[in-house]
């Protein structure tokens, strides 16, 4: 890019590089020189904004955890209304799905930055804890309003949500199929619970 041109917001350009490059290559491939053609940046930049790549790469992860955090934080407040598989599939995808297997995948390889994200966000905030959290509190509050049985082991549930979307961020194609079988297994894992109080 030529000098004198602005960017608009850089670090969020350079962000969405990296889910591109992960995308792409894989973690493996990721590399400043990498981002930043992605970019279509000059290499430079992403120094100007972050002290070395290990800064970027936890900054990036600070800003998704918080966002992934941000995008179920409200779950709960849903008990009563809808379903308990619709509730759980609109907290999860309203993170996009290619950014969330750019999350899953870059954490994964470098678990070290769970530890960046919690000297930032708190403790529990690395990862998808957040969403395990969120899911949990929500299946609780719908199992005290009786739309989950009185018997089931809501943090289980919960755990389990957490691993089906996290086994579809690791292993499938953030396209139209992702969110599909997302949706199948939370149906499939809340099979039987009711969408409305018993009366």
Known sequence: MP???????????????LERVIAAEGPGGL???????????????????????DAFLTGYAVDRAF???GAVAGLPERAGTGTPAGNLGDALLATPLDT????????ACRPGLTAGVEAVLGEGTGGLQAVE???AAYLAAEQRLGRVPAGADTGALALAVVGVL???ALTADPGPAGPAGIRRALA???GGFSAVAPS
Do not use: K
């Open 3 to 17: 000098r004198g041109v602005a960017i608009p917001e850089p670090r969020q350009q350079l962000f969405a590089a």
């Open 31 to 53: 590399t400043g020189r990498a981002v930043t053609r992605a970019a279509g940046v000059a290499t430079g930049l992403l120094y100007t904004h972050f002290a070395d790549f």
């Open 67 to 69: 966002q992934l955090a």
């Open 100 to 107: 969330l297997t750019a999350f899953a995948r870059l954490t």
């Open 133 to 135: 959290r969120a899911a």
């Open 166 to 168: 996290h086994h579809v």
């Open 188 to 190: 499939a894992l809340t």
